[in-house]
């Protein structure tokens, strides 16, 4: 997977890609605070036909970011649960302290994330690239045991809101509170360092993960958030994901609109 680009069409700027899952489709990405014209939308659909694309998928957007895309030929993909704490009240950190990630263990952050999230959801190198990128501040941490590195969380911080951006378990020990650590690691460094909120996603269906929120505090949302597709090819209709078993799914990083990460994901 290759960077995102950034398109201009008129006064409208997206970033397009191929989506991270499955390369055969793109991925769009409006700017913060710049919802795009429906004109616009199918300018840039025949751009990436022109390139092959078999259709488009978008960034997790909010409410108020879906009607010129849904104006413009797209229809719900996948609904998200949208989770937020208050950073107040914090449980406390775990006896077994998380590492810095860094370049040298990005091998075995990939294989997990390989066996963790299903392949339209799954990170290569470039997606845990972008995810690091997304926010002004990130933290990369793993969880590490006598067989070594066996989950790991990507966080990040704009401005006073904090992202739980990336979160996986190695399925072989899923259900021994390695997801736990990770996620109270990274409310205690986001109130470390001036957030005061943090914000998740996970796919609606993935009762395990929303479960795993909760316990740690966050709320769910009244409003969630929708990944938008638009066939580019007569008929054709991507798998959807199945809920990931043991670990979280935040496939937007990446400011949009003020609310959640999108990639440049996750997912």
């Not at 890609?17 to 700017?31: F, I, M, N, Q, S």
Request: no cysteine.
């Amino acid at each position: 997977m290759r960077r995102l680009e950034m398109m201009h069409i008129g006064p409208d700027r997206l970033r397009v890609g191929a989506w991270r899952g499955d390369h055969r489709y793109a991925y769009v990405v409006p700017l913060p605070g710049l919802t795009p014209a429906s004109s616009t939308l199918d300018r840039v659909a025949a751009e990436l036909a022109g390139r092959g694309y078999l259709g488009i998928l978008t960034a997790a957007l909010g409410p108020a970011e879906l009607d010129p895309f849904l104006a413009g030929g797209f229809t719900p993909h996948e609904r998200l649960h949208l989770l937020r704490h208050d950073l107040s009240g914090l449980p406390p950190v775990g006896t077994v302290p998380t590492r810095r990630a860094g370049r040298r263990r990005l091998g075995a952050v990939l294989a997990i994330d390989e066996a963790a999230f299903d392949p339209f959801w799954r990170f290569d190198r470039l997606g845990i690239d972008e995810a690091r990128r997304a926010t002004p501040f990130t933290r990369f941490r793993v969880h590490t045991a006598d067989a070594g590195i066996d989950g790991y969380a990507i966080s990040g911080r704009a401005n006073d809101v904090a992202y739980l951006q990336r979160l996986a378990v190695r399925p072989d020990r899923q259900g021994l509170g390695i997801g736990r650590a990770l996620v109270v690691d990274a409310l205690h460094w986001a109130a470390r360092r001036g957030a005061t909120s943090m914000l998740v996603n996970t796919q609606e269906v993935n009762r395990r993960a929303l479960g795993l929120y909760e316990r740690a505090g966050f709320l769910l949302q009244d409003q969630g958030l929708t990944v938008l597709w638009r066939p580019l090819v007569d008929g054709h209709v991507p798998d959807r994901a199945r809920p990931t078993i043991g670990a979280t799914t935040t496939p937007d990083l990446g400011p949009v609109s003020g609310t959640v990460p999108a990639t440049g994901p996750t997912p």
